[in-house]
């Protein structure tokens, strides 16, 4: 890949530009071009994380290839409810998980209010860890006390 290339994300169908391309050594290091097996990156312009899946193929999009077998999304498994432990700390709350967010695309989001807790947010984790080390990032990186609600997983019933 070369920047100045057309670039197509199998998963999203999505299309881009490459702008910089380069290696990471393990800062990241502008290079001409990337070859099958490095380890590097490329910059697209992408404006948000849903655009891209982890684990996602890019292909050319001049010379498309299938996308590697096998790939599937993340998927969460873990649910939790978290609040500001403060109410008044929604608007903190918010953009700190939205930062979080950007470096972690496998959590899921929505807003959800509780009629003890008040606003806050419904996220989906891979699973306990994950919800933890999420937790553990709030407090220590963005300084916001949460109170998260007990993790809960779904499940399908099977009745004969």
């Known amino acids: ?3 100045g290339d057309r670039v197509k994300f199998c998963a999203t169908e999505q299309s881009y530009d490459i702008s910089d391309v380069g290696l990471l050594r393990p800062k990241p290091v502008s290079c ?6 490095q380890v590097g990156y490329i910059a697209t312009g992408m404006r948000t994380t849903k655009e891209a899946r982890v684990g996602d ?3 050319s999009e001049a010379n498309p290839a299938p996308p590697y077998p096998g790939f599937k999304p993340a998927v969460p498994m873990v649910f939790a409810g978290i609040y500001p ?3 008044d700390d929604f608007n903190t709350l918010r953009d700190a998980v939205e930062k979080l967010l950007l470096t972690d695309a496998s959590v899921t989001m929505q807003r959800e209010s509780s009629v003890a807790l008040g606003f806050g947010f419904r996220c989906g984790f891979l699973g306990l860890l994950h919800m933890e080390v999420f937790l553990q990032r709030l407090d220590q990186e963005f300084n916001v006390g949460v109170i998260a609600t007990a993790p809960s997983v779904l499940y399908k019933s099977m009745s004969s």
């Open 57 to 59: 193929t890019v292909v």
């Open 32 to 37: 001409a071009q990337l070859f099958a097996g």
């Open 1 to 3: 890949m070369l920047a």
């Open 85 to 87: 432990a403060d109410g």
